[in-house]
């Protein structure tokens, strides 16, 4: 059904104080799991993503469109949402167990990232809003031939989550 769907039901069923995403593909390293948990343990955010676009280092150049069209999604996530993101697109978003029991996931594929990100910058607790953080993430891109599978529908499907989640009251 897809990663939205396939994250919903991880959600329900998941047990720990902090809950992270992972791509079964391996283009981020799990090693840095343990790392972008640390603001959570510290209690200095609630929920923390991984971007490929924050760099302390070395990086591997990726193909020129998948760029651009990630930049135009982080783009226009950022100015519905009011927040400054560099990749809402990324795979590692870590969450405090609890900001989990406030969302409601809908999106069934890669309209999860969009939606999500939407949801978290948008959602207060106690009265105030979210502390949400990014660190930087290793990421070793696939091609197409090696297994790649989203393509131009899902950023069509990612720009219409934005809208209809950033914009819904």
């Not at 981020?28 to 972008?36: A, E, F, G, H, T």
């Not at 760099?55 to 651009?68: A, K, P, T």
């Not at 809908?106 to 978290?120: N, Q, W």
Request: aromatic share 12%; hydrophobic share 35%; charged share 25%.
């Amino acid at each position: 059904q897809g990663k939205g769907a396939a994250l919903r039901t991880g959600f329900q069923y998941a047990t720990g104080d902090i809950v992270c995403v992972q791509d079964a593909d391996l283009e981020y390293n799990p090693m840095d799991l343990k790392r972008l948990s640390v603001p959570i343990i510290e209690g200095r955010a609630e929920v923390v993503y991984g971007s490929r676009y924050l760099h302390n280092g070395e990086r591997q150049v990726q193909r020129f469109w998948h760029f651009i069209i990630n930049r135009i999604i982080t783009l226009t996530s950022n100015m519905v949402t009011n927040r400054y993101f560099t990749d809402v697109e990324t795979c590692y978003k870590v969450f405090r167990r609890d900001v989990l029991n406030h969302i409601k996931i809908e999106e069934s594929r890669f309209g999860f990232d969009p939606e999500i990100t939407a949801k978290v910058s948008k959602l207060k607790i106690n009265g105030r809003y979210l502390n949400i953080m990014e660190m930087p993430a290793s990421y070793h891109w696939r091609t197409h031939d090696e297994g790649k599978k989203i393509g131009w529908k899902d950023g069509v499907r990612a720009i219409y989550a934005i809208f209809k989640y950033g914009l819904k009251k």
